[in-house]
């Protein structure tokens, strides 16, 4: 077999890479040999290029399959043959779709030396039909280029099988007017000549030289230079190359008039031309175009040698075209070269030359045409068909191509794989499975638009898909028909892209939409609810020095819990609605949850029965109590829900180590100590396909106006701002366990030092305007303030307020006034206040968030705002400080 055969060897036994080699040399084959094991020393071993890969199936750290995977990644095309103890058929065939040449089992290697000539020669055929395939294009290329005509004649008729582009351009044809021309079409001369006759002695000789005329589509003739030759292959042809000598023909011309006139010719030329001398290469003579074209004047040529104008490293090729070159008769073509303009500029350049003696000396005429921008359309032309492939391969969108029946699927690109989370080869195997993929719900609007709508150019479908692994993606699927000359369709062409995560934003835009309303409403119904609690706080005081009973006490004592906690309650509906987080202290949650089983005791029906399991040695947590308080409230309230004819609610509280593993799983949860609070029921559950979705905003499975879908989500939103977790478990039929868990702060609960309790500080009579539009408010505020020794003047708005300043300037002390009022506001009273009597002291009181308005209130001597609702103390407090 000539050389050495270099083989590689993939085999974990000895014995059989013995067994192996020895075949290989009873088959007569002298090989060198590597043996590796694992995919490491594979791979090194690739580097050197061996001649022949025979491997194993199955090794301990290896395989045969993956050896060819990494074979075909690099793009080797090194012969594989599979030589195992057992394959199985399914195996064999994947081998081979993977690249495998052959494969045989090691008990029969009697035919391995046949396999490996028979696998050495099919590559030797692949590799001679590539470079058969390759010079076939570089040949049309170089065909299409040439600056010469070729033509196909069949010599019977001598009818044109085929033409090249320059031909169609120099007759004026296009190519299918072309094709449907004969020589006599073309030639003047040949019908008196007689066509069978030319293509007899063009037969005979096999070939000839000659020059003729060749007439245009116009009926314009011009001058042509004829090679003819008789091609044998399976049937006869002649081929032709015809160049356009008009050119040359005038430059003959020109040289047998006289100087003059060849002087003139030279100088109105408008293609760049110039006469050197061929022993000094200087330049004898240039025309205007060339001046013009290269930048140079006329004495800077005249002082310059044709290598000036060559780039360095261009000059050896041209010193050594000129010695070699026939330069004394005719005219020839020298192919493109580089030129230099004086500006530095590369152009390329088609050289046309004509030697001959001038003023006494050999020289030869030059005519440069610049085809620098023809050169870049062409390498354009290649880096965007190159760009296209890249694209195509590269990107995710998926583009394929159908026959217009849909049996077939063309061509699919690699992106169908990242979307569709197919192979290709699947949709090549079976068209039908590209159906099989459409979601149910969609797949009978899909298959209709695509009869009805892809031939027609209309196809623009939003569809889901279904993964293999149960994954839902969206995509949007285009098609467009493809015609042929008489205008039908017979190709359906479509680009596909994954648009889920587009569909998702579109759906989170909507929920961000509600969400803003939400916080909208909020805003106002906060404002109204704390006007309606302040002046419930305001009496509440009044009414605590009033009152002597204990009982009456213990019921005055509830009323004020109760509105500081629908204050509070309001104060987390604007928290939710605005993303803004509360106070978070180190707190003992026993409180907390014996709170809210009181809640449920005394409020829910009395057929649920309340459990608890609330030991005191549980954990303490950094969270804000009254957020909690919502989570643990929304939780029991579902599960009252859940259970319409009664049941059993169970509130348990525990501590808990959480490992990594359960943290990765909740993310931003973190491995540690946690406090795990869970709410069970015995209701009637929920169903497993509604779980994923109870924690999305506005999901609900209640009736009509029996749930705004907010409740879990708020849960779960004030959970993981806390860095903790939320999980369900629930059985249909039999109830549902949420448990919360939140990070521990393990050791003891940090309780805010209590201020003494003081009565508070009495005023002196001193004057307070009370300016708020609600009359409750007015009225209680000015009740309580009197009680403690202060007076006071009442007014409903800024307009009122601002009266009773010019009144009463000199007696009023202080201006207790409501931020948000109709007509002129609190802010615009404020700035009038200081306009007109800069001494008084103010206080702001509003029920919604003023903290952007904090630095302007802060410069117009505002130091205190109250947030509605506040207690009489708080109140009286603040004014004390004030006044």
């Known amino acids: 077999m000539g050389a050495k055969l270099n083989i590689l060897l993939l085999e974990d036994s000895a014995t059989d890479a013995e067994l192996v080699s020895r075949a290989v040399r009873l088959a007569g084959i002298d090989s060198e040999w590597k043996r590796v094991e694992t995919e490491p020393d594979f791979l090194a071993e690739l580097e050197t290029r061996p001649d022949l890969i025979l491997s194993d199936y199955q090794m301990p750290q290896f395989t045969g399959l993956r050896a060819l995977q990494l074979l075909r990644e690099r793009g080797l095309e090194i012969p594989f043959i599979i030589v195992s103890g057992t394959i199985g058929e399914e195996t064999a065939v994947e081998a081979m779709r993977l690249g495998a040449t052959d494969y045989l089992l090691k008990d029969r290697l009697a035919r391995l030396g046949p396999a490996i000539r028979q696998a050495l020669e099919n590559s030797r055929l692949r590799r001679e039909r590539r470079r058969v395939e390759s010079a076939l294009r570089l040949f049309r290329t170089l065909v299409d280029q040439s600056a010469d005509a070729f033509e196909i004649i069949e010599p019977e008729t001598g009818r044109f099988l085929d033409v090249s582009d320059k031909s169609c351009r120099a007759l004026g044809y296009t190519r299918e007017e072309h094709l449907k021309l004969t020589v006599e079409d073309i030639d003047p001369t040949v019908k008196a000549r007689g066509w069978p006759r030319i293509a007899e002695a063009i037969r005979r000789s096999g070939g000839w030289n000659a020059e003729g005329i060749h007439r245009r589509k116009d009926g314009s003739v011009f001058p042509v230079e004829l090679a003819a030759k008789w091609v044998r292959l399976e049937c006869d042809y002649i081929v032709t190359v015809a160049r356009d000598i008009t050119e040359r023909k005038r430059a003959e011309e020109a040289l047998r008039i006289s100087r003059e006139d060849f002087q003139r010719l030279f100088a109105v030329n408008p293609m760049p031309m110039w006469v050197y001398d061929l022993e000094t290469l200087g330049f004898l003579a240039v025309n205007d175009a060339a001046v013009r074209h290269y930048g140079y004047s006329r004495e800077e ?159 623009d479908e939003e569809y889901r898909i279904v993964r293999p692994d149960g994954a839902v993606r969206w995509v949007r699927d285009r098609a467009f028909p493809v015609r042929d000359a008489a205008g039908v369709v017979y190709r359906i062409t479509g680009a596909a892209k994954d648009v889920t995560e587009r569909k998702e934003l579109e759906q989170q835009f909507l929920r961000t939409q509600r969400l803003e309303a939400i916080g909208t409403l909020a805003s106002g119904v906060a404002h109204d609810l704390n006007n309606i609690l302040s002046p419930v706080l305001m009496a509440a005081g009044l009414l605590r020095t009033q009152i002597t009973g204990e009982s009456d006490l213990r019921m005055l004592t509830l009323i004020e819990q109760s509105a500081q906690r629908g204050a509070g309650i309001i104060s987390q509906l604007l928290t939710f609605s605005r993303g803004v987080e509360g106070e978070r202290l180190k707190i003992k949650p026993q409180d907390l949850l014996r709170e809210m089983i009181i809640f449920m005791q005394e ?55 959480v490992d990594e593993k359960t943290a990765l799983g909740h993310a931003p949860a973190r491995p540690g100590p946690y406090l795990v609070i869970a709410v069970a029921d015995t209701g009637q559950g929920i169903p497993a396909g509604v ?189 004390a400080k004030e006044i």
């Open 301 to 459: 040529f005249l002082g310059m040698t044709i290598r000036d104008i060559r780039p360095a490293e261009d000059v050896p090729a041209l010193l050594e075209s000129i010695a070699k070159g026939d330069v004394t008769t005719g005219v020839a073509s020298s192919g493109v070269w580089r030129h230099r303009k004086k500006s530095g500029e590369l152009i390329f350049v088609e050289i046309t030359f004509h030697g001959f003696v001038f003023q006494g000396r050999k020289a030869e005429l030059i005519l440069a045409h610049d085809v620098t921008v023809q050169r870049e359309n062409v390498l354009a032309l290649r880096e965007s068909e190159a760009r296209f492939r890249q694209v195509v391969e590269s990107i995710q969108e998926v583009f394929w191509m159908t026959d217009t029946a849909k049996h077939k699927i063309l061509y699919v690109s690699p992106g169908y794989e990242k979307i569709w989370g197919r192979s290709c080869e699947s949709l090549y195997t079976s068209s039908r499975s590209w159906v099989e993929c459409i979601h149910p719900e969609d797949r009978e609007r899909i298959l209709a638009a695509a009869r009805e709508k892809q031939a027609l150019g209309t196809y």
């Open 603 to 657: 409020t829910f029906p009395r057929n649920i029965v309340i459990g608890q399991e609330v030991p005191e040695d549980i954990w303490p947590v950094v969270a804000d109590a009254t957020q909690l308080h919502q989570v643990l409230l929304n939780l029991c309230v579902n599960a009252r829900d859940a259970m319409p004819e009664g049941g059993r609610l169970t509130l348990v509280a525990s501590n808990q180590l």
């Open 691 to 879: 779980i994923p979705r109870i924690f999305d905003p506005f999901f609900t499975t209640k009736g009509v106006g029996k749930g705004t879908g907010l409740g879990l989500s708020t849960v779960i939103g004030i959970v993981k701002s806390h860095d903790g977790f939320v999980t369900v478990e629930s059985e249909s039929g039999r109830g549902t366990r949420f448990r919360v868990f939140l990070p521990a702060s393990i050791g003891p609960a940090e309780v805010a030092p209590v201020a003494p309790v003081s009565e508070p500080t009495k005023g002196h009579g001193e004057l307070i305007l009370v300016v708020d539009d609600e009359a409750a408010i007015r009225e209680a505020t000015s009740g309580l303030l009197e009680t403690y020794g202060y007076r006071t003047l009442k007014a409903e708005s800024g307009e009122e307020a601002v009266k009773l300043v010019v009144e009463h300037r000199a007696a009023i002390r202080l201006v207790l006034t409501d931020m948000m009022m109709p007509g002129m506001g609190g802010l615009a009273l404020i700035r009038t206040l200081n306009t007109l009597e800069p001494t008084i002291k103010i206080i702001g009181v509003s029920g919604l968030d003023q903290e952007e308005k904090r630095a302007e209130l802060t410069g117009l001597r505002v130091t205190e705002m109250l947030p509605k609702p506040f207690s009489p103390a708080i109140l009286l407090r603040t004014i």
